[in-house]
């Protein structure tokens, strides 16, 4: 596939920006303050951050079993999503309801994008992606899987058969991989020359600091880095994101305990009279209000009541207005707090 042709001609005809590291004694160079302090022992916030977020991509790479080539850095995934419509442009397009992004994103860049509604089971409607892939061309396509705020994974063969009859970009977005873990894509990068891969560290423990990577075949890795700014990723976001990377067992042990915990919310969520909890597999679990009525204005305000009275408890959930109308998004928390959800849930029902 000719990645080229495929980038904004703006974008083409750009070089990426190369932040020089010269070896030295004295760093006179960079604008740089010479008077150093330190933090957290190790880093020095005087100097710019590694533009190339080397040691970090080291280990990315490592764990996931890519080349550091393979790799772009960004300040969280959202970075990511906004460089690679700059460097593509549109249309873009993408199932609804899904990560709220995408579109406006393309709104800001000033490109299309096309919504194509999931199917009843919240599945994509593959005959309407291929219909809108040959008609309208979408340079980039994005496929949150899992969905948020669905929280199911989308069927592989779907997302195959639209990476396989796009001639634009598909960018899976696993920001939710790690809750569903199921890893299909990353392994057949090099197969496929328009699969782009997003995943991210802020859904694991560690959304403070804004790291996302982007995994691809180097030939995109290079366009998207022209439009990255250089030192889109600071210092101590570099250094703590390596410390965590480090220390994987304690992801882990965070990770299986959020899924375990979704397991039980949603067991007890199916027993609850009045709601419909759909089955997740990312930390959240998406579920209905069904009002006494059923009738869909009925169930918005069911829903926009069962929300505020949540809150007035002091729990926070996301209603899903004008998203997804009647239905409420609970974000998996600790056992106790996934508790208190659920008796207040009971008490207002
Ligand atoms: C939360 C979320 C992101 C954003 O991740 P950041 O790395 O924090 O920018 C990206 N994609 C999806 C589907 C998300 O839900």
Known sequence: MNIRRLVKPNIRGLKAYRAEEIPCRVKLDANESPYGFSVLRSVRINRYPDPE?????????????????????????????????????????????????????????????????????????????????????????????????????????RIWKIIKASKGMVVVDEAYQPFSGRNEFLPLLGKYGNLIVLRTLSKIGLAGLRVGFMMAGADIINEVNKVRLPFNLNSLSQHVAVAALRNRERMRSY??????????????????????????????????????????????????RIYEGLLHKGILVRNMKGIFDGCLRVTIGTPRENTAFLKALRQLL
């Open 53 to 157: 977020a080397k040691t970090l991509r080291g280990l990315v790479a490592r764990e996931f079993r890519v080349k550091p080539e393979n790799i772009l850095h960004g300040n969280g995934s959202d970075e990511l999503i906004y460089n690679l419509i700059a460097t593509f442009g549109g249309p873009t397009a993408y199932p609804v309801p899904t990560f709220s992004m995408y579109g406006i994103l393309s709104q800001a860049l000033n490109e299309t994008g096309i919504e194509i509604p999931l199917d009843e089971k919240f599945d994509l409607d593959t005959e309407r992606f291929l219909g809108v892939i040959k008609k309208r061309k979408p340079k980039l396509i994005f496929l949150s899987s899992p969905n948020n705020p669905t929280g199911n994974r989308f069927s592989s063969d």
């Open 255 to 304: 990770i299986r305990s959020v899924v375990s915990e979704r397991k039980r919310l949603f067991k007890e969520m199916k027993k609850t009279e009045g709601i419909e909890p759909y089955p997740s597999q990312a930390n959240f679990i998406l579920f209905r209000i069904r009002g006494n009525a059923g009738s869909v204005s009925a169930n918005r305000n069911a829903a926009d």
